[in-house]
């Protein structure tokens, strides 16, 4: 799961070539983001408590939950692109994809990082690794770039 959801980010990053079609209007579809940010929070914030663990038994099952939390994320963040457009409002979608590929490059670091620990528990650095790129999210979340995801449809 952790390396289908690294080839997500990278696609995410490297350009979204189309759209999905609208399938809700531009409130709902904030309402949805919003609420996948939320999970996506908490799901990165479970990956964090498990890294910080002496066990790393809770790692690929926390990893799990935000692979499932990002993919949704993304989804919820292109369906908002998607009703921005309709509404005719290409700077709202401009800011969206932006901010997708943002979340993206912190969520593919994090990922990997999981991974690194989980293919080799006993590395010297792979623990490390996950740390930093956990502070790198939380730092991430903490200077609010990600909300302008949400604070754009204000």
């Known amino acids: ?3 289908t959801t ?3 980010c990278v ?3 490297a350009g979204i070539q189309k759209l999905p079609p ?3 209007n531009i409130i709902e579809a904030r309402s949805r983001l ?3 940010a939320a999970q996506l929070n908490q799901a990165a914030g479970d990956i964090v408590t498990a890294a910080t663990s002496t066990s790393t038994q809770q790692i690929a099952p926390a990893s799990h939950r935000f692979s499932r939390a990002y993919e949704d994320f993304v989804e919820s963040g292109l369906e908002a692109a998607s009703a921005a457009a309709v509404a005719g409002d290409s700077a709202i979608q401009s800011e969206v994809v932006s901010g997708l590929r943002g979340v993206s490059t912190v969520a593919s670091r994090l990922l990997v990082a999981t991974k690194a620990l989980l293919v080799d528990p006993g590395a010297s650095d ?3 690794q996950l740390t930093a790129a956990a502070r790198s999210w939380k730092y991430w979340k903490a200077t609010g770039i990600w909300l302008v995801l949400l604070g754009i449809f204000s």
């Open 6 to 8: 690294v080839c997500v």
């Open 34 to 36: 919003g609420e996948r």
């Open 126 to 128: 792979a623990r490390n």
């Open 22 to 24: 609208v399938k809700c």
């Open 11 to 13: 696609c995410v990053m």
């Open 1 to 3: 799961m952790v390396i």
